[in-house]
């Protein structure tokens, strides 16, 4: 079974500049999460998706960041205009959505710097 | 608030066992994940607890005490791909909204 998959793998951008992020999930899973993660650090949520619906976007800075899950499968996180501060790596994860484990499966991210 | 610590660095001996600990402050919990996270790569999924005790998979184990808030992930005859970071995330409802909080990770070299 295919894992969650992301693109690209690496982005450079110079600052002010747009960029955007593309994640399936894996099959079958209602759940899909955009984070943010910085050298050393854990994972910061930016926004979780139950099928096409945001359920928690507090975290996404919405002056500048957004992000689309128009048929409840792929995703897109979009930055316009990127800053310098915004160079991390963004994962996207998904879950089944379930109550239970409801275990999150990463993808292997994007890796953006900005200039 | 909502608080979860674990050591910033560990260093063990290829063969030995090594235990890193992971102590949290959470309303609503729900459940302990542990991760590992190979440099340059996406967090992979190592464990779950959400019941007191001791979870046994292979060379990994992870424990649990919710009384104590405080969960430790144990890696046997460590080999030197053990080398990663560990990450303890701990699931908290508040609501119908449930949140996974992430600690910084525990940054794990293994030496010869």
């Known amino acids: 079974e295919a894992g969650v998959v992301q693109s690209p793998r690496y982005k450079i951008i110079e600052k002010k500049q747009p960029v955007a992020f593309w994640c399936n999930p894996i099959?079958?899973?209602?759940?899909l999460y955009w984070y943010l993660q910085n050298l050393g650090q854990g994972p910061e949520l930016l926004i979780r998706?139950?099928?096409?619906?945001?359920?928690?976007d507090s975290q996404l800075p919405k002056d500048r960041f957004s992000a689309e899950r128009l048929k409840g499968v792929d995703s897109t996180l979009k930055i316009q205009p990127a800053e310098l501060g915004d160079s991390a790596v963004y994962l996207c994860?998904?879950?089944?959505?379930?109550?239970?484990?409801?275990?999150?499966?990463f993808g292997p991210g994007t890796r953006l710097t900005v200039l | 608030g909502q608080n979860i610590d674990q050591p910033t660095e560990m260093t063990a001996t290829e063969g030995a066992i090594v235990q890193i600990n992971c102590t949290y402050q959470?309303?609503?919990?729900?459940?302990l994940f542990w991760y590992q996270q190979h440099a340059g790569e996406a967090p992979t999924f190592l464990s779950y607890n959400v019941l007191d005790g001791l979870e046994e998979k292979g060379r990994f184990s992870s424990f649990l005490s919710r009384s104590k808030g405080y969960s430790y992930l144990l890696l046997k005859e460590l080999q030197m791909k053990d080398s990663a970071s560990y990450l303890c995330?701990?699931?908290?409802?508040?609501?119908?909204?449930?949140?996974?909080?992430w600690g910084l990770g525990t940054s794990l070299a293994v030496n010869p």
């Open positions: 998706y139950e099928n096409e619906e945001a359920v928690d």
């Open positions: 959470t309303s609503g919990f729900n459940g």
């Open positions: 099959s079958g899973h209602n759940t």
């Open positions: 994860a998904s879950s089944l959505g379930d109550a239970s484990t409801d275990t999150q499966y």
């Open positions: 995330a701990v699931r908290s409802y508040a609501g119908n909204n449930r949140k996974l909080i």
